[in-house]
């Protein structure tokens, strides 16, 4: 190898030194460092704010009464499961289960379904004054719910004391309907014109159209009107006096009144009754993010006036 041999080769044979980080990648590390532990410190707060009371209920569940009482705060010994088959028979949550089960979805599919019928002319500005009812809707949202005229409307109308009639009393909320509104606006108008040209009837145009593109906004508020209805005391405790008509919060309330000394049967029976709602949000937090973000994207704007008349490009009449 000659000199100027050696010379080429040796750049590339000497190993290479790596550069040293720059301040900016020094700042940009220390921020990345300071978010994770900032996102750690707030995981931790949230765990043991929502997840600790969680766990000792649940062990709380495994021990026996004997043994709760010799250590309340320790781990199960031994470990049972007596208490939730005895919490499930003596509460007959089985039944009331079922109970809180059609309370629950019946009002919240035509809670929902009412909702979208009521939003999407709103949010086109297919009324003349759709502001003004956009503005008294999201109004009369904050108000409070007037429990002594409802329960003397029941009694009025024959509703009280009665499943038909408690569905009744519960289905006509307006839950989701801000957000509804805030999600149709960004449907792009032109999908309403091309129906109305296609001569897509109305009530079709939103079963076919409209409500398959909301469907993490349906989601997000099924989920909230669920657990809402789910966890529902006041206006069982109101409206319901036959325990065969009871939901399970209700169920819950009365068997924490009749057993309210034996700590592991309470703790088995209010865990049998937050199961199902956990679950659920387990399975279904995708939908949460995703029908929350579309919706409040959206929601901030005014209602976008029609372009004639009372507004846009109106859906065929028919069905």
């Known amino acids: 190898m000659t000199t100027a041999q050696a010379a080429d080769a040796s750049p590339s044979s000497a190993p290479r030194t790596p550069a040293a980080p720059t301040r900016l990648q020094r700042l940009m ?59 499930w028979n003596q509460g007959h949550f089985g039944r009331q289960m079922i109970n809180s089960l059609v309370y629950a979805v019946i009002p919240d599919v035509v809670t929902l379904i009412l909702g979208v019928f009521l939003a999407f002319p709103i949010s086109r500005g297919y009324f003349k004054y759709s502001n003004g009812l956009y503005t008294f809707f999201i109004f009369s949202g904050f108000l409070p719910g007037g429990l002594i005229p409802l329960f003397i409307e029941a009694r009025t109308l024959g509703l009280y004391n009665s499943m038909v009639g408690y569905l009744i009393l519960t289905s006509l909320s307006g839950a989701g309907f801000f957000f509804f509104v805030g999600y149709i606006k960004g449907i792009p108008r032109e999908i309403d014109e091309a129906a109305a040209l296609d001569g897509c009837g109305y009530i079709r145009f939103i079963f076919t159209i409209i409500i398959p593109q909301m469907k993490p906004a349906l989601a997000t508020f099924a989920i909230f009107g669920f657990v809402h209805a789910w966890n529902n005391l006041i206006l069982p405790l109101v409206m319901l006096s036959d325990s ?53 994207a959206f929601g901030t704007q005014g209602v976008a006036p029609g372009s004639s008349g009372a507004g846009g490009a109106e859906v065929g009449g028919g069905s």
């Open 29 to 87: 590390s220390a921020k990345t460092t300071k978010a994770a532990g900032l996102n750690l410190l707030c995981f931790a707060i949230a765990a043991g704010l929502f997840a600790l009371p969680l766990v000792y209920v649940l062990l709380q569940a495994f021990k026996t009464y004997t043994g709760f009482l010799q250590n309340p705060t320790g781990m199960p010994h031994p470990w049972t499961t007596e208490s939730f088959s005895a919490a």
């Open 244 to 296: 065969a008509l009871w939901p399970v919060t209700r169920g819950l309330y009365s068997f924490f009144g009749e057993y309210s000394q034996n700590w592991p049967l309470i703790a088995a029976g209010t865990f049998i009754v937050a199961a199902p709602i956990m679950l659920l949000f387990i399975l279904l937090q995708r939908y949460l993010v995703e029908g929350v973000a579309g919706g409040a």
